[in-house]
């Protein structure tokens, strides 16, 4: 498959759960993909049209959604076709972007105290999303069924695990940092 905009499987894969409107994809995302994915509405919105003149989507004026009318898109047979096409393609680890590293990556410049902040900061950060993803995950068992439960308990422990791996990397250099 050549080299595509992976934001628009983000989109299709919300749409095939049910029809929204561009703002309750945004609120979708950041409900249930705010910890693997993320879009503005400046990104959603370009997709959107993108998708629809591909035939993936289509889209319709809601007249009863009030004084701001609202489009509202549906996935098409096309884009399920082409959702599933892109999921049974293999995957490769995706680019790794954290700025704790890079900052770390030249620490010699400050002293050690301002690393101990930072590490402290960033273990409670990675604890409070644990926190989250748990209540996500109770909030899941309650509405959904097992497969799909399954599938998303595999999302949400990835998330899990990676922030557990940080909070015991901050720890160690917590200490490490501590000792000097």
Known sequence: MKKINKSEFALLSLLSKKDMSGYDI??????????????????IYPILEKLENKGYVNSYIDEKSGERLRRIYSI?????????NWIIEPV????????????????ELVDPTILIFHFKYYKSECERQLQEIEKIQTDLSLRHSS???MHLNMVYDFSKLNLEAKVRWCEKNIQTLSEL
């Open 147 to 149: 497969r799909r439960l």
């Open 26 to 43: 945004k609120q979708m995302a950041g409900k249930v993909a705010a910890y693997h994915w993320s879009e503005s509405n400046a990104q």
């Open 76 to 84: 098409t047979n096309e884009g399920l076709d082409y959702l599933k």
């Open 92 to 107: 490769k680890p995706s680019q790794y972007r954290e700025e704790f590293l890079i900052k770390l990556s030249a620490a």
